[in-house]
C-alpha cells in the first residue's frame, strides 16, 4: 500500500521503479559512465596524486558529467536527502573490491569528514554509507572518528587546485597511533583536482609506515 501511494522513483530520471529495482532503473544503471580503474587497470584515479603523496590504488566507480545522470545522483546525495544512494554505490563497488588484492590488504575504511556544522546542517555526510558498504565488503573497521575536520568552507566542486588547497581547509587526526603500520583506504564522494583528498592524506600519512590508498563514487 506505501509503495502504491509514494513509488519508488529512480533516482536518475525519476520513472517508478519495478521491484526488482533499487536506486536506478536498468535504463539509466546502463547509462552511467563507468570509471572503475579497479577493473580496467586504469591508472587515471592514481594519476592525479602523482608527486604530491604517496598512494597504493585509487579508484572511482563513475565518471562525474555536467547536466547529466551523474549531476542528478550527486545532488540528490548532497542536497536533496537521499543518502540511500551513498549506500547504493558502496555497496556496489565494495562488492567489486573485496576481490582485488590491493583492497584486500586495507586496514580500516576513513571517510573525508564534514565539519560539524555542516554535518549537523545536512544530518548526514554523503560519503558515510559508501564508505561503511565498502568496510562491510572488506570486513574491516569503518574509522569516521580518526580524521576530523576544523574548518568550516563551502562547496570546493569546481573550485581551482590553487584557491582549494589555499583555502581555510584544516584536518586534524585523532587517535593516530592506531594508524602506524596500516593501510587506510581514504573515501570520498567525488574527486576533481584532489585538492580536499590531498589535504587529508597528508595528515593520515605523517607516520612513515601508514600507507593509503584512495577510493570515490565519481571522478571529474
Same mark, same amino acid.
Given at each position: 500500500?506505501?509503495?502504491?501511494?509514494?513509488?519508488?522513483?529512480?533516482?536518475?530520471?525519476?520513472?517508478?521503479?519495478?521491484?526488482?529495482?533499487?536506486?536506478?532503473?536498468?535504463?539509466?544503471?546502463?547509462?552511467?559512465?563507468?570509471?572503475?580503474?579497479?577493473?580496467?587497470?586504469?591508472?587515471?584515479?592514481?594519476?592525479?596524486?602523482?608527486?604530491?603523496?604517496?598512494?597504493?590504488?585509487?579508484?572511482?566507480?563513475?565518471?562525474?558529467?555536467?547536466?547529466?545522470?551523474?549531476?542528478?545522483?550527486?545532488?540528490?546525495?548532497?542536497?536533496?536527502?537521499?543518502?540511500?544512494?551513498?549506500?547504493?554505490?558502496?555497496?556496489?563497488?565494495?562488492?567489486?573490491?573485496?576481490?582485488?588484492?590491493?583492497?584486500?590488504?586495507?586496514?580500516?575504511?576513513?571517510?573525508?569528514?564534514?565539519?560539524?556544522?555542516?554535518?549537523?546542517?545536512? =544530518?548526514?555526510? &554523503?560519503?558515510?554509507?559508501?564508505?561503511?558498504?565498502?568496510?562491510?565488503?572488506?570486513?574491516?573497521?569503518?574509522?569516521?572518528?580518526?580524521?576530523?575536520?576544523?574548518?568550516?568552507? =563551502?562547496?570546493?566542486?569546481?573550485?581551482?587546485?590553487?584557491?582549494?588547497?589555499?583555502?581555510?581547509?584544516?584536518?586534524?587526526? &585523532?587517535?593516530?597511533?592506531?594508524?602506524? =603500520?596500516?593501510?587506510?583506504?581514504?573515501?570520498?564522494?567525488?574527486?576533481?583536482?584532489?585538492?580536499?583528498?590531498?589535504?587529508?592524506?597528508?595528515?593520515?600519512?605523517?607516520?612513515?609506515?601508514?600507507?593509503?590508498?584512495?577510493?570515490?563514487?565519481?571522478?571529474?
Amino acid at each position: 500500500m506505501l509503495n502504491l501511494l509514494f513509488p519508488k522513483v529512480c533516482q536518475g530520471c525519476k520513472m517508478v521503479l519495478s521491484k526488482e529495482e533499487n536506486i536506478l532503473c536498468v535504463s539509466c544503471r546502463h547509462k552511467l559512465p563507468l570509471a572503475s580503474h579497479h577493473t580496467t587497470g586504469s591508472h587515471g584515479m592514481k594519476d592525479i596524486f602523482y608527486g604530491r603523496f604517496k598512494v597504493e590504488a585509487a579508484t572511482a566507480l563513475i565518471y562525474f558529467q555536467k547536466k547529466g545522470i551523474t549531476q542528478e545522483l550527486l545532488h540528490n546525495l548532497k542536497y536533496r536527502g537521499k543518502k540511500e544512494i551513498s549506500y547504493f554505490f558502496g555497496k556496489w563497488l565494495g562488492n567489486e573490491l573485496a576481490d582485488i588484492e590491493d583492497y584486500k590488504s586495507c586496514d580500516m575504511v576513513i571517510p573525508v569528514p564534514l565539519h560539524k556544522q555542516k554535518l549537523k546542517k545536512r =544530518g548526514y555526510n &554523503q560519503v558515510e554509507g559508501f564508505g561503511k558498504e565498502i568496510a562491510n565488503a572488506l570486513e574491516i573497521p569503518y574509522r569516521d572518528d580518526i580524521l576530523i575536520k576544523v574548518s568550516k568552507t =563551502g562547496s570546493q566542486v569546481f573550485k581551482q587546485r590553487f584557491t582549494r588547497f589555499n583555502s581555510e581547509e584544516i584536518f586534524t587526526v &585523532q587517535h593516530a597511533d592506531e594508524l602506524v =603500520g596500516k593501510h587506510i583506504l581514504l573515501v570520498d564522494d567525488i574527486v576533481t583536482t584532489g585538492a580536499t583528498l590531498e589535504n587529508c592524506a597528508l595528515k593520515l600519512l605523517k607516520n612513515p609506515s601508514t600507507k593509503l590508498s584512495i577510493a570515490t563514487i565519481a571522478v571529474a
